[in-house]
């Protein structure tokens, strides 16, 4: 059965255990995903890749699939599938199952697709198209966004955010989260600003340096540091960065360290942490300890200090700080 992303909300979701999103929208897929089902849900949330599920399916099936009787209702998110998926979907189906929620998101599927027809030709299973979005879409999502936060930018300004998004509303939230982190000391925000920013995404950017920094790989953080030429604006950015991730991880690392499930402490972390950034956010929960990490929070901020007080040796005081632990 073949319904419209915004028809979701007027759908009633119980009537299907089986969902199907595909297509290059991949950002509205996760927002229609957490709003419709992840918010509010009291159960358990598994999520796999579908090389990951499909080389692991009879683990799964034991270990998942079984209900107990001291488990509530579940969600299995299943991330880049295809063809190959087919066959399990189809097995699960028949076995009938009435508590868990399956959601298999995909990239662009052609008419001819197998899994495509499976789902459209199917009254009981809903697939989902997601095209991408329009300029005049983006525009709404980032206008929000800068008043939301109290941004103060040009319409050219906002103009250059959303061409440089081509169409992917997860490419602009990343732009918007830097600006963000940006504006937390500079409420007027320029026309060269926005270029440097956005630029920044072009080479390994200031999340791919933070993530590098809070696995401890020195090799990666001092590539990303020689490939870049941070600006002072650059600096402060990445600090900010650094320090987001650094209070959520330390948040996952409390949840860890009290239910010694990593998977659940993740999917409990606010901001939340998307699928293709799981596995640098388990290799940073599995290297720091939480009183190590706490002190170097405290020592963050006081790099921040620095920075705010002796910007022109600013990137001096960022390249030190991330290679010296």
Request: charged fraction near 30%; charge should be positive.
């Amino acid at each position: 059965m073949i319904i419209k992303y915004f028809e979701i909300d007027k759908t009633d979701l119980n009537k299907s255990n089986f969902y199907l999103f595909y297509g290059k929208n991949d950002g509205l897929q996760n927002e229609i995903i957490k709003k419709s089902f992840i918010n509010n849900f009291k159960g358990n949330i598994n999520r796999y890749d579908e090389k990951e599920f499909i080389e692991n399916y009879n683990i799964i099936a034991t270990e998942v699939l079984t209900k107990s009787l001291f488990e509530s209702e579940k969600i299995i998110i299943i991330s880049r599938t295809s063809e190959k998926i087919l066959k399990l979907i189809q097995e699960i189906i028949e076995r009938d199952i009435k508590d868990i929620k399956f959601i298999l998101k995909s990239g662009i599927l052609e008419k001819k697709s197998k899994l495509r027809n499976y789902f459209e030709k199917n009254e009981n299973l809903v697939i989902v198209p997601f095209y991408e979005d329009d300029d005049n879409s983006l525009s709404t999502i980032a206008l929000n966004f800068i008043r939301k936060n109290n941004i103060k930018m040009s319409r050219e300004s906002l103009n250059l955010i959303v061409n440089r998004a081509n169409g992917n509303r997860e490419n602009l939230k990343n732009d918007l989260e830097k600006i963000f982190n940006f504006s937390i000391t500079n409420k007027n925000i320029d026309y060269e600003n926005i270029i440097k920013l956005t630029n920044l995404s072009e080479n390994y950017g200031v999340n791919k340096l933070a993530d590098s920094y809070l696995e401890k790989n020195i090799k990666s953080t001092s590539k990303i540091l020689n490939e870049n030429i941070f600006t002072e604006q650059d600096c402060v950015l990445i600090i900010r960065s650094i320090l987001s991730k650094s209070k959520r991880l330390m948040n996952i690392i409390e949840i860890y360290n009290e239910t010694k499930d990593l998977d659940e402490a993740i999917m409990s972390a606010k901001p939340p942490v998307f699928w293709k950034d799981k596995i640098s956010v388990k290799k940073q929960a599995k290297t720091w300890v939480l009183s190590e990490l706490k002190n170097k929070i405290y020592e963050i901020n006081d790099i921040e200090t620095l920075i705010k007080i002796n910007s022109r040796n600013s990137i001096n005081l960022i390249s030190d700080f991330v290679i010296n632990y």
